[in-house]
């Protein structure tokens, strides 16, 4: 089964504070990709970044960074330095390599607080 | 902007009603997929097109359907509507059909559908 999870429904943090949002994923696959989205007030969807599983090297974009830990099925997202424009609900995503739909979690939802 | 247009923005109707919703892909991206995003089941991906033919069917209903027309627009067709339709309907693009590391689907702005 192909199963994403997001525990944390709803985060408030303090502006310039640091931020971890959680993935967890199930898939059989052994070939797989890993997407975080955002969803501003606005609606919209955007596209954050994609990890393919045989890369497990993190990633670092500004004061984004993505940690992708195949052991514990993890693909975790940190904000540093938030800021209020961050407020958002984050999406993490899961795409197995045999077919293109995409897998979403609930959502996580973030409120930076000036 | 993600170069994926979708009409319109809201839609406001009434149960029993039948509505289209439309999508236009990026330029060169011949996927469309539509996606459901509503309060009690989350974002789920409906359907997907690609150049013109059906490639994969996810949670949709039977009194859905879409098509995709050979300028590669599709439309999204939802009738004999009921509240639980009321959400916010997404459509998005990619340049292949399938597989592949680097398909990564961009999305419209939405469709929100409100149903009274």
């Known amino acids: 089964a192909q199963k994403v999870t997001q525990a944390q429904t709803e985060i408030s943090v303090v502006e310039k504070e640091d931020v971890t949002l959680d993935c967890v994923y199930e898939?059989?696959?052994?070939?797989?990709?890993l997407f975080w989205y955002k969803q501003p007030p606005s609606g919209e969807l955007v596209f954050l970044i994609r990890?393919?599983?045989?890369?497990?090297q993190n990633e670092i974009s500004g004061r984004y960074s993505w940690n992708f830990q195949k052991s514990t099925s993890s693909f975790n997202f940190t904000i540093t330095a938030s800021q209020v424009v961050d407020s958002a609900v984050y999406f993490c995503?899961?795409?197995?390599?045999?077919?293109?739909?995409?897998?979403f979690g609930t959502g996580t939802s973030l409120t930076v607080i000036p | 902007d993600s170069g994926v247009t979708q009409t319109p923005k809201h839609l406001i109707t009434a149960t029993g009603q039948r509505v289209t919703l439309r999508c236009s892909p990026r330029?060169?991206?011949?996927?469309v997929y539509w996606y459901q995003q509503s309060l009690d089941q989350g974002l789920q991906f409906l359907i997907q097109?690609?150049?013109?033919?059906?490639?994969a069917k996810g949670n949709i209903l039977e009194r859905f359907s879409a098509q995709q027309f050979p300028d590669l627009h599709s439309e999204l067709n939802l009738s004999s509507l009921e509240l639980g339709d009321s959400a916010l309907y997404f459509c998005?693009?990619?340049?292949?059909?399938?597989?592949?590391?680097?398909?990564?689907?961009?999305f419209g702005p939405g469709t929100r559908l409100t149903v009274l």
């Open positions: 998005a693009s990619s340049v292949a059909g399938a597989g592949g590391p680097y398909n990564e689907q961009f």
């Open positions: 330029s060169g991206d011949l996927s």
């Open positions: 990890r393919n599983s045989f890369d497990e």
């Open positions: 995503a899961l795409r197995p390599n045999t077919g293109n739909q995409f897998y």
């Open positions: 097109y690609y150049n013109g033919e059906e490639r």
């Open positions: 898939t059989r696959d052994t070939t797989y990709y």
